[in-house]
């Protein structure tokens, strides 16, 4: 076994291998920098253990046993790594503590690759085949996507085929039955011919169930009794118990006429193994089924793009000129172009890479991404992402990101990685897991016990009318009973029922323009009280103008304007856009600025024409521009200037923008110059958002409060929130304010979600039980990097739809847990023989399995639609 020691944060990533698994190489994106400092292990080492040919990883034994391995029980618990199992996507995520040692190492340390290559190799050592998962971009995504289809397809036909040949082998074993409808039909001739006489041999019937358990069916009982020497048992070991019993009771049946047991016995290995193999082949597929969606997104992305070469480097060219031919272009593999290049885009064509628009303009189809169903018009400057569809005019686009680095591979990245991550109601399933094949096998042998030693004395009166009161009768019923008890134990669907939702309701999420990081996101969703929205750009649409400025009379209106566009320009605040906007559209000549410096929350300033400048909220600007000297009488005292100026605001807002202004968030900042104080003012408006109001009113229906935290002024945000229907508002918030109100609601006992879309809403969205980010930006924003949870179509009825997913799917969870657990809790007295006495009823083997795969399947079939009418878009 490998020993390694970490001396700092490792971020490894290993992926499925072995002989008979799909080489599964997924993309992966670390964590963003802010997640790392919010989280006990701050970076991740990942695991892809094998879907080896006996698929032991879909078995709960099997995640428990992997979990062991990954998880030394001789560390400290504060330094023990976090592990997570996903069965379905076969895939172990390690989160370990930078200060996590090897008991036998001091002072190795182990750079990242070494790192998951020992843990990938102490999985193959003790019988879990494992490989190093490889990054996404060592290959082309074209070919990549090519290679999955074709092992996806290799991987069904060989599931198909394995079911078949075992169907096969069980419709001749049932060929014996026939003979008894042919006897029924009048066809006494043909049901003693020699077919059937055939069929009926004992000798034939056992060669069909020794050609069973070594043919399709081997993998399952090497996987069972390995597991069972490794003392972890699973359903495998199970099944294969059940199996190897039944058939050497018939085959000690054979060698020994004279014991009188039945020897068609030899039917119920072959049959049990049958029902097996049909489940495996339905989990196979439904897991295939919901995880090639995120495979279908990426393969949205054109294989071949159009690489416009322009000779006299002009990119001003309108559409009309990019048809004209003075732009030449040469069809090229998407993966070749590079950031910096141009590819012209036709009508109806698929966008290859991530970009923004040099040339043309057109109306793009984002609802492959988003789920906005209308296109979006695109114009010079907007930008556009691979794999969306232009519509209407040839448009010419200047690639920022390509392959591995467009949104829609983030996309894919983040889902796969969600996908890995297992819902805390996993846990019950797993505390489960452990004693559930024990308790079985004890079970089984305790139902032996009994009417092998008691049961044909305490019931011998009523045992008698059906069975032989001979020992050797009772010890075949004994051993009958308790293979029944073995094969019908079905830990399978608890182990499903998790891992199945998750992936499927991740899938659906990212469908719908939802990205969901995780089952942990998905259960705490489902249990959200209250959800706090950020104002501006959120229940706003975040694209505020310049409706009026004001000032004390030492400038004029331009001048302050001059002023605070110097020093905003620097800065993506959408109100900071507003006012550079506002001096564009009036001509104004901004002048050359240093020392820039941006808070949060506060504002921004910076040197203009030799004074520091600061544009922001009263009090931050006040405190950055104090007068030098109180000789200094240029302006009267900051206090009754800012009440006037702000007064004189007002009267102009009301002057300018008529009744209707209370649908507007009327916000204003103050401009401050060093040496003088407060200056002037500007008031920004914003128009609420169509859905802001819905939304609000279906959450309320839903039974979670909305509640506003802003920095803005009291009025401004006080306005938003009556107009959406919001009672409670808090206003004049820094991050950390919003921040710590959280942590006050969830000391409260409240779970909390946050709505935002900002860099200052990145400590509030990360502080929330869930946040939730609207849009994907790009690395450099925040707030996407803290929030778990990502709007893509940038719309507020999004909010509801992601609360409504995720009560659908952890309310199916636990309606399979539910179901899972009374299947059990029925069949098994049933298999032991409880009605025996009273009804004379006992369970066949093979009806016991008929009955453990379809409750597999039940859950698989469950899962597939985590989505009932209650979370239908209202």
């Not at 694209?543 to 030492?554: E, R």
């Not at 240029?634 to 007064?647: I, N, R, W, Y």
Request: aromatic fraction near 4%; include cysteine; proline fraction near 5%.
């Amino acid at each position: 076994m490998a020993s390694f020691r970490l001396s700092d944060h490792h971020d490894a990533l290993l992926a499925s291998g072995g002989p008979h698994s799909p080489q599964l190489r997924l993309p992966w994106c670390s964590l963003p920098a802010l997640k790392q400092k919010t989280n006990k292990f701050p970076r991740k080492s990942v695991i892809r253990t094998s879907k080896v040919r006996h698929n032991a990883h879909r078995s709960l034994g099997i995640a428990r046993a992997v979990k062991a391995e990954l998880l030394p029980s001789n560390l400290k618990e504060n330094v023990k790594p976090q592990v997570a199992v996903n069965m379905i996507t076969e895939t172990a995520v390690v989160r370990t503590s930078p200060t996590l040692r090897s008991p036998s190492s001091a002072t190795a340390d182990l750079d990242s690759v070494a790192f998951a290559e020992s843990l990938a190799a102490r999985l193959t050592d003790c019988g879990f085949p494992s490989k190093q998962r490889k990054a996404s971009h060592d290959s082309s995504s074209q070919s990549k996507i090519a290679d999955l289809t074709k092992k996806r397809e290799a991987s069904l036909v060989k599931s198909t085929g394995r079911v078949a040949f075992a169907w096969t082998l069980v419709a001749l074993c049932c060929g014996t039955h026939a003979t008894h409808w042919l006897h029924t039909l009048g066809f006494h001739g043909a049901a003693h011919g020699s077919l059937a006489g055939f069929l009926h041999n004992p000798a034939i019937k056992g060669a069909i169930a020794l050609t069973t358990l070594l043919g399709p069916a081997r993998d399952i009982l090497i996987d069972g009794y390995n597991a069972f020497w490794k003392r972890s048992p699973n359903m495998n070991t199970l099944v294969g118990f059940g199996a190897t019993a039944a058939f050497t009771i018939s085959a000690v049946s054979l060698a020994n006429p004279d014991l009188r047991w039945d020897a068609s016995f030899f039917d119920e290995p072959v049959m049990l193994l049958a029902f097996v193999l049909l489940g495996r082949a339905l989990e196979e597929r439904a897991r295939l089924q919901a995880s090639s969606d995120m495979h279908d997104l990426l393969s949205l992305v054109p294989p071949e793009s159009r690489l416009v070469i322009d000779e006299d480097g002009d990119a001003s060219k309108q559409s009309g000129d990019l048809l004209a031919g003075h732009a030449l272009s040469v069809n090229v593999p998407t993966d070749h172009v590079r950031p910096g290049d141009c590819v012209l885009v036709l009508p109806g064509e698929t966008i290859p890479v991530d970009g923004s628009v040099v040339a043309g303009r057109s109306a793009v189809d984002e609802s492959m991404l988003t789920g906005e169903p209308m296109p979006v018009s695109k114009t010079m400057g907007t930008t556009v992402s691979a794999g969306t569809v232009n519509w209407e005019g040839p448009i010419k686009i200047k690639a920022s990101a390509t392959g591995a680095e467009c949104v829609v591979s983030d996309i894919v990245r983040m889902v796969e990685e969600a996908q890995a991550r297992e819902a805390p109601v996993q846990r019950l399933a797993d505390s489960i897991a452990g004693p559930f094949a024990y308790t079985i096998m004890v079970a089984a042998a305790a139902t032996f016990l009994f009417w092998n030693f008691l049961g044909h004395q305490l019931f011998l009166n009523i045992l008698a009318d059906d069975f032989s009161d001979s020992d050797e009768s009772m010890l075949f019923l004994s051993l009958k009973l308790g293979i029944d008890v073995l094969v019908v134990a079905c830990p399978c669907a608890l182990g499903l029922a998790t891992p199945t939702a998750v992936l499927v309701g991740t899938s659906m999420g990212a469908k719908r323009g939802l990205l969901l990081r995780g089952g942990d996101v998905l259960e705490r969703l489902a249990g959200i009280k209250k959800i706090i929205f950020d104002k501006t750009g959120t229940l706003t649409v975040g694209k505020p103008m310049v409706s009026a400025v004001a000032t004390i009379g030492l400038y004029d209106d331009l001048a302050i304007l001059r002023l605070a566009a110097a020093v905003e320009r620097h800065t993506c605040h959408p109100i900071a856009t507003a006012i550079t906007t506002a001096a564009e559209a009036v001509n104004i000549e901004l002048p050359v600025t240093t020392g820039h410096l941006t808070e949060p929350g506060h504002g921004a300033l910076a040197e203009v024409d030799g004074k520091i400048v600061a544009v922001g909220l009263l009090q931050w600007v006040d405190g950055c521009c104090q007068r030098k000297s109180s000789n200094d009488m240029a302006v009267g005292t900051l206090p009754a200037d800012s009440k006037d100026l702000e007064a004189r605001l007002n009267e102009v807002l009301a002057a300018k923008l008529g009744p209707e202004s209370i649908r507007q968030s009327k916000s204003i900042v103050f401009v401050g110059m060093e040496g003088v104080g407060v200056i002037g003012a500007i008031a920004v408006t914003d128009t609420l958002r169509e859905d802001a109001k819905q939304t609000v009113s279906r959450l309320q229906e839903m039974n979670i409060e909305a509640i506003v935290l802003s920095g803005d002024r009291e009025e401004a945000v006080a306005s938003i929130a009556g107009s959406v229907g919001i009672r409670s508002s808090h206003a004049g918030l820094k991050p950390k304010d919003k921040a710590d109100f959280i942590k006050s609601l969830q000391k409260q006992g409240f779970s909390v979600a946050m709505v935002g879309d900002g860099v200052n809403d990145a400590p509030a969205l990360a502080a929330a039980d869930v946040g939730m980010a609207l849009k994907m930006q790009k690395s450099e924003n925040a707030a996407s990097d803290a929030a778990s949870a990502i709007l893509l179509g940038n719309s507020l009825s999004q909010v509801v739809e992601a609360v409504d997913l995720s009560r659908a799917t952890i309310q199916k969870v636990k309606q399979n847990l539910g179901w899972a657990l009374a299947y059990n809790a029925v069949a098994i007295p049933l298999a032991a023989g409880v009605l025996l006495p009273s009804f004379g009823f006992t369970m066949s083997p093979s009806v016991a399995d008929w009955l453990h795969s379809r409750d597999q399947a039940a859950a698989i079939a469950e899962q597939r639609y985590p989505l009932g009418a209650e979370a239908a878009v209202r």
